[in-house]
């Protein structure tokens, strides 16, 4: 979902509905655009700590991260993805989606 907000340009859109729009936008999309390029496919993609702390005190450019080569186009398209929640541009959405989803939990006990 992250993958399609970057390249829709709406890369805020992933941060917490919780917060209600109480963040800096270009700082939400900054930091998000820095863990794009932190889970690259490939580790020599992925920038050093260093430079990543570089980044985020803002002394040092934000490179373009590559789209993962697991992803398919049909997963980039954002209405296929997109949930219900905050949106950067506009009002928190309000949901009566209910999901039947299940789990099971399982403990292995020692003798």
């Not at 907000?5 to 900054?30: I, K, M, W, Y």
């Not at 863990?35 to 002394?59: D, F, H, N, T, Y």
């Not at 905050?86 to 789990?103: A, H």
Request: charged share 20%; proline share 10%.
């Amino acid at each position: 979902m992250v993958w399609s907000l970057h390249g829709n340009g709406t890369l805020c859109e992933a941060v917490d509905p919780v917060l209600e729009g109480d963040f800096q936008e270009d700082e939400a999309s900054r930091l998000l655009h820095i863990g794009l390029l932190c889970v690259q496919a490939s580790p020599e993609l992925r920038p050093s700590m260093s430079k990543v702390v570089k980044m985020i005190k803002e002394s040092q450019e934000i490179p373009q991260p590559t789209q993962p080569p697991f992803l398919s186009p049909a997963i980039m398209e954002i209405n296929t993805v997109r949930q219900p929640g905050f949106s950067c541009k506009s009002q928190p959405e309000s949901s009566t989606q209910s999901s039947g989803n299940s789990m099971t939990q399982s403990w292995i006990e020692p003798r």
